[in-house]
């Protein structure tokens, strides 16, 4: 696998088989407050890996922020990159169309993360 720095752009063909570190950047139109947006780079999980602020360096976090919402606030996909995946992890297709990872016996479905069970993992075990 390879690591991608956000300096290196967008990569022209993707394999749609990979889960995908989604690069968002932030529209949302802040009024008459100063606060600037800048491009988020979220995982399979929904948890937040790093950070560019608009015009500073890109900041990627130790451990992924999970309290990261995109709740009263308006994002635009700017690019995708494959997700580099622990040992022993595996995607499977939800019933939807939806890719989920399981690893450690823990699945990214939304069903796991309210429940703490799914039939994702009933199915691989």
Same mark, same amino acid.
């Given at each position: 696998?390879?690591?991608?720095?956000?300096?290196?752009?967008?990569?022209?063909?993707?394999?749609?088989?990979?889960?995908?570190? +989604?690069? $968002?950047?932030?529209?949302?139109?802040? #009024?008459?407050? +100063?606060?600037?947006? &800048?491009? %988020? %780079?979220? @995982?399979?999980?929904?948890?937040?890996?790093?950070?560019?602020?608009?015009?500073?360096?890109?900041?990627?976090?130790?451990?992924?922020?999970?309290?990261?919402?995109?709740?009263?606030?308006?994002?635009? $996909?700017?690019?995708?990159?494959?997700?580099?995946?622990?040992? #022993?992890?595996?995607?499977? +297709? #939800?019933?939807? #169309? @939806?890719? %989920?990872?399981? %690893? @450690?016996?823990?699945?990214?479905?939304?069903?796991?993360?309210?429940? &703490?069970?799914?039939?994702? $993992?009933?199915?691989?075990?």
């Amino acid at each position: 696998m390879f690591t991608l720095t956000p300096s290196c752009g967008i990569i022209p063909y993707i394999d749609k088989d990979y889960i995908m570190i +989604q690069i $968002l950047r932030e529209i949302t139109d802040w #009024g008459d407050q +100063q606060i600037s947006n &800048g491009d %988020y %780079y979220v @995982n399979s999980s929904g948890y937040l890996i790093g950070y560019m602020p608009q015009g500073k360096a890109y900041k990627e976090f130790k451990t992924p922020i999970k309290q990261f919402s995109k709740s009263r606030r308006k994002f635009k $996909l700017i690019g995708e990159w494959p997700e580099e995946l622990p040992e #022993g992890a595996i995607t499977v +297709q #939800g019933s939807k #169309g @939806n890719t %989920y990872t399981i %690893y @450690n016996d823990k699945c990214s479905c939304p069903g796991f993360k309210f429940r &703490g069970q799914c039939k994702h $993992l009933a199915e691989v075990a």
